[in-house]
């Protein structure tokens, strides 16, 4: 393990020498921001910092970071940077990805870093469309929706994917959105901090392809209403603390705290620890249209267990303790060797 | 009892049996032994797909060939001197394989009515074949005497007759007049846990010894001198064996830690359980989820400073071939071992074939070069696989390290190096200067240098999209990309100052024939060449180790002889790449039958196109 070196940096430390390319108005601009401000804070030498990234707008990402970065190629990035961090546990590794990237083309690599539980962390850019390539639907554009590629409506059952990470057994899952800075950066620091695979899902709004599919959270007159941010021990209320979620059974629904039935002491309180919880928070989603349920912001879910890195050094630690150091002649000889004459 | 002790130079068994009837364990038993013993050897493990095909058919035959001697052995042999058929279906498989006057040994428990008609063998008994009549048919129940040595042991019917391959190898080793020590040695260790395995096995191999020692029947036994081999220190060695040690070795000598990325994958798996067995080397194995996340896990750590390997099979190879296309845009190491198979698609899983070579040179989209080496043989693979590590460090660049299912089962003694003679490998590192640091600037190689990420003042963003000249910006200026796929390309090229000349394995270095080799086919080849020498034909051989770039002297090499023949086991791949490049018609000469050339079949096509 390398000594902890903390430097003081500012935001602007780290962004680099390259222009930067998103469409005007891209939400990726306010999410580059917040993490150039989240590893500025964090002290970590930028040299020890890798930004890596698929393909997709979002994916440009890694240029405006003045740190070691990889563009890569289409739903590798998880991948690459399991080699990487598998490789260099040392590094603190970041992957940039989108909702087609991570969840159509790299699904497959997705779900496996974040069972292995490798200590990255993963910021998906869901904006619910494919940008780059002009507007066709993603794996989690809503059902209906009328795109390039889907003339007469999406029939195509979308992710959700909070549901999808927790399928995999992430250690660390949160929602966050473009248009709050502040709990954007928060959420980055507490994934960064959190030992083992974090999964960010932002919201990201795409002005040109897919403008306001996030309206709903982010609009003045309607996020209050819309919108639940949860923290570690408070109890769930929303909507200037006029609402409230209160479990029924198991099935949550949303109750009136100004009258006299309900008050905030009925309130479910979050517990990231705690996987039920998390569960029900991740069916705060399209697909139970009757409940309207709103919208989870915040740290879903949080647990610790062993990272595949720190298990394989302890391997290849156990190995050299019970082994000895490799020794090059002894394994090319084998253990059978005969001498001719 | 009288017995006559026969002098062999050289001698080829063939074990066949059911799939679960242990024949690849006796095969490779038998073959220890013998290069303990001294003797040259080369083996051919030939088996199914299925794990356990259907007992007692022709499908479900497993094979293991061995040839030995007291002198050179460079192909599996042709055709056996001895057939051990454990039951109908293993005779009816091979028959065809055993020589005229050959030894038949035939477990007559397995030609029973049931096993007949599993080898769909009801209207002929194959032991009662035609063919058969030019051959010593030694009828044995293997069944029998094995349950009748265990009588006293508690171990199950069924535990028992599962040690039956040992009465087989018992006796095969009075006939060859071997030690059964290394034999029980190695069983005491499988079954440390287990003594009553160990005393049922131990028990069973000293009856087949024994049987042959008292049983009347059996007055041959024969005698192979060790072979006369270059003097020194020997090892046995499978090919995928000799490639993960290689891999190790370079990495080390590199000083480098090695990742390998790899998806189980039908012939290439055991270079990943090679390799697990050897974290001490601080060997880092991950098996990935799919043969994407291998090879671009690989990638990771190569960008991360360590040794990134991947390997698999030719489908494998066919889906990694986009993250290769990244890697020779961030030009960073990556070792790609295919362990090639019968293909395309699924194809021959279990089978040999040399029909990747395309791929491995052209096979990527856009202007794509590698270098490309390719193994010859099980003791080779070592030597071929180190290079191959040399070139991707010291060239910054993937490579595509070549075997095949016949190479990476198969055996044979391998005179191996002491790691301090081998060939120094030098990474070059990027380090701070004054200067700005340009992450695509080369040295007079065209290689560029290696920034780990750690180090202060080199932070650099590359991918896979066209950078700029030095700066490895991204770039869609028209000269720019054209001038970095030409310096690509070059780079490439220039891989060729770097690497030996062309030797003439054997023969003379011009005149009539050069026979034109690569990978597997060198021990049939070499064989081949050896036979045409003494018979004063007027042939060379020239065996290509490196596919791409060529030997800068390999155009010159061709142009001495009158023809050339270019035998392969695919439909004519290098010999494409031959004659577009040297502009030589040359002979192909090709086999695609999922096993490799006899020598006999290369003697047969030399004669042909002599004249």
Redesign the interface.
């Known amino acids: 393990m390398?000594e902890v070196k903390e430097k003081k940096y500012k935001a602007k430390d780290f962004a680099?020498d390259?222009e930067i390319r998103w469409c005007p108005g891209c939400g990726d601009y306010a999410i580059l921001k917040q993490v150039q401000s989240a590893v500025a804070q964090t002290g970590k030498?930028?040299?020890?910092i890798?930004f890596?990234s698929g393909?997709g707008c979002s994916s440009r990402f890694?240029?405006y970071?003045?740190?070691?970065?990889?563009?890569?190629?289409h739903g590798?990035a998880t991948?690459?940077?399991?080699?990487?961090?598998?490789?260099?546990p040392?590094?603190s590794v970041w992957i940039i990805t989108g909702d087609g990237d991570s969840l159509s083309i790299g699904g497959?690599?997705l779900i496996?870093l974040l069972r292995r539980n490798i200590d990255t962390n993963i910021l998906l850019f869901n904006n619910e469309i494919y940008g780059l390539t002009k507007g066709q639907y993603s794996p989690t554009t809503p059902e209906g929706s009328h795109t390039k590629s889907s003339p007469m409506g999406v029939i195509d059952h979308p992710f959700n994917p909070i549901s999808l990470a927790l399928g995999a057994d992430a250690g660390f899952i949160a929602r966050t959105v473009d248009r709050e800075p502040r709990h954007m950066k928060d959420i980055f620091l507490q994934a960064d901090e959190h030992k083992g695979a974090s999964f960010v899902e932002i919201y990201q709004n795409c002005p040109v392809f897919n403008d306001g599919a996030f309206n709903a959270y982010t609009d003045r007159g309607l996020k209050d209403e819309n919108t639940l941010f949860i923290e570690a021990g408070k109890p769930m209320t929303f909507h200037k603390d006029k609402k409230g979620i209160v479990l029924d059974g198991l099935k949550p629904k949303v109750v009136d705290l100004t009258s006299d039935e309900y008050s905030v002491d009925d309130c479910l309180v979050h517990d990231p620890s705690d996987r039920t919880v998390a569960y029900i928070l991740s069916q705060f989603f399209d697909n139970d249209k009757s409940a309207d349920l709103p919208r989870v912001f915040g740290v879903i879910y949080s647990e610790n267990r062993p990272t595949y890195e720190d298990q394989?050094s302890n391997?290849?630690e156990?190995?050299?303790e019970?082994?000895?150091?490799?020794d090059?002649?002894a394994?090319?000889?084998?253990p059978?060797?005969?001498?001719?004459? | 009892m009288a017995e006559v002790k026969e002098k062999r130079e050289q001698i080829t068994v063939l074990f066949a049996g059911d799939s679960g009837d242990g024949m690849q364990l006796t095969g490779n038993q038998f073959t220890s032994t013998h290069a303990l013993f001294g003797n040259d050897i080369s083996t051919f493990p030939n088996f199914p797909a299925e794990i356990r095909a259907p007992q007692g058919t022709v499908n479900g035959v497993s094979g293991f060939q061995v040839k030995f001697g007291s002198s050179r052995i460079f192909t599996p042999g042709d055709a056996a001197d001895v057939l051990v058929a454990m039951n109908a279906a293993a005779l009816k498989a091979n028959m065809h394989k055993l020589k005229k006057g050959g030894i038949l040994i035939a477990n007559t428990a397995g030609f029973d009515s049931k096993n007949l008609k599993l080898a769909n063998c009801e209207d002929e008994n194959p032991l009662e074949s035609e063919r058969l009549e030019d051959v010593m048919v030694y009828d044995v129940d293997i069944t029998e005497l094995t349950m009748a040595a265990l009588e006293d042991s508690p171990l199950t019917k069924k535990e028992k007759l599962r040690t039956k391959n040992m009465f087989v190898l018992g006796f095969l080793f009075w006939m060859f007049n071997r030690s059964l020590e290394s034999t029980e040695n190695y069983i005491k260790e499988k079954f440390s846990k287990l003594p009553d395995v160990i005393d049922a096995n131990v028990s069973v191999l000293k009856a087949g010894y024994n049987f042959g020692e008292t049983s009347e029947a059996f007055t041959s036994r024969y005698q192979v001198e060790p072979a006369s081999l270059e003097p020194g220190t020997y090892r046995s060695v499978m090919g995928n064996q000799g490639v993960a040690i290689g891999l190790i070795a370079a990495a080390k000598k590199a000083g480098l830690e090695m990742f390998y990325g790899s998806y189980p994958i039908t012939p290439a798996s055991d270079i990943l359980h090679e390799l697990a067995k050897h974290k001490n080397f601080s060997v880092r194995t991950f098996q990935a989820e799919d043969e994407i996340a291998a090879v671009t896990s690989a990638i990771g750590a190569s960008f991360g400073g360590a040794l990134g390997v991947t390997a698999s099979s030719g489908p494998g190879i066919a889906l990694k071939t986009e993250a290769i296309g990244l890697a020779i845009m961030l030009e960073l190491p990556l070792v790609v071992v295919n362990v090639q198979r019968g293909g395309p698609s699924t194809g021959l899983p279990t089978k040999t074939e040399q029909a990747d070579l395309l791929q491995a040179v052209y096979g990527r989209n856009g202007e794509a070069p590698i270098p490309v080496v390719a193994a010859r043989s099980p003791e080779e693979a070592f030597e071929a696989t180190y290079e191959a590590v040399r070139i991707s460090v010291e060239h910054m660049t993937p490579v595509m390290l070549l075997s095949d299912g016949y190479i990476a089962n198969g055996a044979s003694p391998w005179k191996f190096p002491e790691a301090s003679s081998l060939k120094p490998i030098k990474p070059l590192y990027a380090e701070k200067t004054e200067e700005e640091y340009m992450p695509y600037a080369r040295d007079e190689k065209l290689v560029r240098k290696w920034a780990i990420p750690g180090t202060e003042g080199l932070e650099h963003r590359i991918g896979g999209l066209e950078k700029e000249e030095l700066t490895g910006n991204v770039s869609y200026d028209p000269d720019n990309h054209e001038k970095m796929v030409k310096l690509r390309a070059e780079k490439i090229d220039k891989i060729a100052d770097y690497i030996p000349e062309q030797e003439i394995d054997n023969g003379s270095d011009s005149g009539k024939v050069l026979i034109l080799s690569w990978g597997s086919t060198y021990g049939a080849v070499k064989t081949a060449v050896e036979d045409l020498l003494k018979d004063d034909y007027d042939v060379g051989h020239a065996h290509l180790r490196y596919l791409n770039p060529m030997p800068r002297n390999l155009g010159e090499v061709l142009t001495k002889f009158d023809k050339v023949l270019v035998p392969e086991m695919n439909d004519g791949q290098l010999i494409h790449i031959i004659q577009s490049k040297y502009n030589k018609r040359c002979i192909p000469l090709n086999k695609i039958k999922g096993i490799p050339f006899t020598s006999a079949e290369i003697v047969e096509s030399v004669k042909e196109n002599y004249a």
């Open positions: 390398s680099s390259q030498p930028k040299e020890e890798v890596i393909i890694p240029y970071m003045d740190t070691y970065g990889m563009h890569s190629i590798r991948a690459i940077a399991s080699g990487l961090k598998t490789a260099r040392d590094l497959n690599h496996h394989l391997q290849v156990l190995a050299i019970e082994k000895g150091e490799g090059l002649d394994l090319i000889a084998g059978n060797t005969w001498y001719h004459q």
